[in-house]
C-alpha cells in the first residue's frame, strides 16, 4: 500500500490530509498516567528559536504533514524516535508497523507516560489527538485501527519526531 494516495485518488487524499489539520489550539493535553515526566514549558518566540518552521506548525500549531512526505514513513533502521521539540523518547522501532496511510505507525509508546492526549473535534469528528507529555507539542493521532497486541495505531507525524540509531553493544 505504498501508493496509498492512489488508491483513494487524488481528492481522497487531499481530503483526509485537510482532516488531520488543526490550525486551532486545543485544550491542554491531560496529565501523563503516573504524572513522572518533567515539563517543559517556552514562550511561542522561544520555540520558533530551536524549531523548523515546519517542526513548529506541527509541534506547536497542530498541523499535519502532507501523507508520504515525511523522512521516516519508509525507515526500518533499528532505534528510537524521540520529540523533535525537547528530545524524550517516544517510540521504539520495533512498535513500528507499515499501515499504509503515509504517516509512521507505531501500536504503542514506548511507556504509557510519553504521551498524552486529548479529544480532537476538528473538522467535524471526534479523534484522540496524541501530545509529547514533556513538551506538549502535536505529535498526531491515535487510532483503533492497529495491529496487535494493542490494536491501536498511532499515526505519527515524522517531522514531530527525531530518529536515534541504535548503537551496536560491546
Avoid at 129 to 152: I, K
Wanted: glycine share 10%; with cysteine; net charge positive.
Amino acid at each position: 500500500m505504498k501508493n496509498w494516495a492512489r488508491i483513494i485518488g487524488l481528492a481522497g487524499a487531499v481530503l483526509l490530509a485537510a482532516g488531520c489539520r488543526q490550525d486551532t489550539p486545543v485544550p491542554a493535553p491531560q496529565a501523563a498516567k503516573g504524572g513522572r515526566v518533567d515539563k517543559i514549558v517556552k514562550t511561542e518566540a522561544e520555540w520558533k528559536k530551536i524549531l523548523t518552521p515546519e517542526q513548529f506548525k506541527v509541534l506547536r500549531l497542530h498541523e499535519t504533514e502532507r501523507p508520504g512526505t515525511g523522512e521516516y514513513c519508509e525507515l526500518h533502521e533499528a532505534g528510537m524516535y524521540h520529540c523533535a521539540g525537547c528530545d524524550l523518547p517516544l517510540f521504539e522501532s520495533g512498535r513500528k508497523f507499515e499501515s499504509g496511510t503515509g504517516w509512521p505507525s507505531y501500536f504503542q509508546p514506548i511507556t504509557p507516560d510519553a504521551i498524552e492526549t486529548t479529544t480532537d473535534t476538528s473538522y467535524g469528528m471526534k479523534r484522540v489527538e496524541v501530545h509529547c507529555a514533556r513538551c506538549g507539542g502535536h505529535l498526531g493521532h491515535v487510532f483503533e485501527d492497529g495491529p496487535p497486541p494493542t490494536g491501536l495505531r498511532y499515526c505519527i507525524n515524522s517531522v514531530a519526531l527525531k530518529f536515534v540509531k541504535a548503537t551496536a553493544k560491546k
